[in-house]
C-alpha cells in the first residue's frame, strides 16, 4: 500500500507535487511551533541583511490557513498548478510556469506590501493559479464543494466562501485575481489585440536552469549526458548523481499577518 502512494506520489505533475509539500509540510511545522514563524515571513528590510534572508520570497508562500486550511490549501495549491502544468495550453514549457510563479507572486508581494501590509501571500497565490486555470475552460462546469457552478466563476466562489469563513483574506485574494489578469494581458491578451508580441516573455536564463545535464542510469552505473553546448566527457560513475531539477521539469507531460489567527 506504502510502495502504490509513493508511486502515485512521484507520478504527480513535479511542480504542483512540490508546491502542495513544501506548503504541507512548512504549515504542519509552522502551525504547530516547530517552525518559528519569525523565519518565514515577509519583510523586505530583512532582503537587505548581511546575508540576504532571500527565502522569505519563497516561505511567505508556503504557511495555510490554521486547522482545516492545512489541508485544504495545498489541495487547492495543488489541483491548480497541476492544470496548468499538464493541461493548459499556454504553459508549453516547464519554464513557462516557473515564470509565471515568479512574476505573479512578485506582483502579489508587491501590492500587498504597499497597500496592505501583509506577510504571508498562499491565498493570493491559489486564486491566481486557480483564475488562470480556468480561464480556457469558459463554458464548462466545474465543482466548488458541493456546488457545480461554471468554471470561470470558482475564483469568486473562493471570494465568497471566505466572506463566510475568513474575511481577512479576502483582500489578499483580489490582489491574486488582480496579479493573474495582469499576467494575461501581459503575456496573452497584447499580443492578440494589440498586434504586438508577450510583454513578459520567459527569460533564456530559466530554460538554462530546467535544462541542467540529464541523468540516465545504466546497468553498470549512472551517466550525465552534457546540456547543449557542454562537451561530453563519456564517464560514468557508480554513484547516484543527482542534477539541480527533477528529470520529469524538461519535458511536458487566505493570507496571514504577523501574529494572527
Known amino acids: ?7 502515485a506520489y512521484w507520478q504527480a505533475p513535479p511542480m504542483a507535487r512540490t508546491l502542495a509539500t513544501a506548503i504541507l509540510v512548512t504549515s504542519i511545522t509552522a502551525h504547530f511551533g516547530l517552525l518559528p514563524i519569525d523565519w518565514i515571513y515577509f519583510d523586505e528590510s530583512r532582503l537587505f541583511k548581511l546575508p540576504p534572508e532571500i527565502w522569505r520570497l519563497v516561505t511567505s508562500f508556503l504557511l495555510s490557513s490554521p486547522q482545516l486550511g492545512i489541508v485544504l490549501d ?9 492544470q496548468l502544468e499538464t493541461t493548459n495550453p499556454k504553459f508549453q514549457r516547464k519554464e513557462d510556469i516557473l515564470w ?16 496592505l501590509g501583509g506577510y504571508f501571500f498562499l491565498q493570493g497565490l491559489i486564486v491566481a493559479l486557480c483564475y488562470t486555470a480556468v480561464q480556457d475552460a469558459r463554458g464548462a462546469k466545474a465543482n466548488f464543494f458541493f456546488f457545480t457552478v ?34 494575461d494581458f501581459m503575456t496573452r491578451l497584447w499580443a492578440e489585440f494589440g498586434g504586438g508580441s508577450s510583454l513578459l516573455p520567459t527569460p533564456a536564463f530559466l530554460s538554462r536552469f530546467v535544462e541542467t545535464p540529464r541523468v540516465f542510469r545504466r546497468e553498470y552505473g549512472t551517466a550525465i549526458r552534457p ?14 548523481t543527482g542534477s539541480v531539477l527533477p528529470d520529469s521539469w524538461r519535458t511536458r507531460g487566505s493570507g496571514h499577518r504577523l501574529g494572527g489567527d
Open 150 to 183: 461554471p468554471a470561470q466563476l470558482i475564483p469568486y466562489c473562493m471570494l465568497l466562501s471566505s466572506l463566510l469563513m475568513n474575511p481577512m483574506a479576502i483582500p489578499l485574494q483580489v490582489t491574486g485575481i488582480l496579479a493573474a489578469h495582469w499576467h
Open 74 to 82: 495545498p489541495y487547492f495549491a495543488y489541483q491548480y498548478l497541476s
Open 227 to 240: 546540456g547543449p553546448g557542454a562537451p561530453s566527457t563519456g564517464s560514468t560513475t557508480g554513484a547516484s
Open 100 to 115: 509565471y510563479l515568479i512574476t505573479v507572486g512578485g506582483f502579489i508581494i508587491t501590492v500587498n506590501r504597499i497597500f
Open 1 to 7: 500500500m506504502s510502495s502504490e502512494l509513493m508511486a
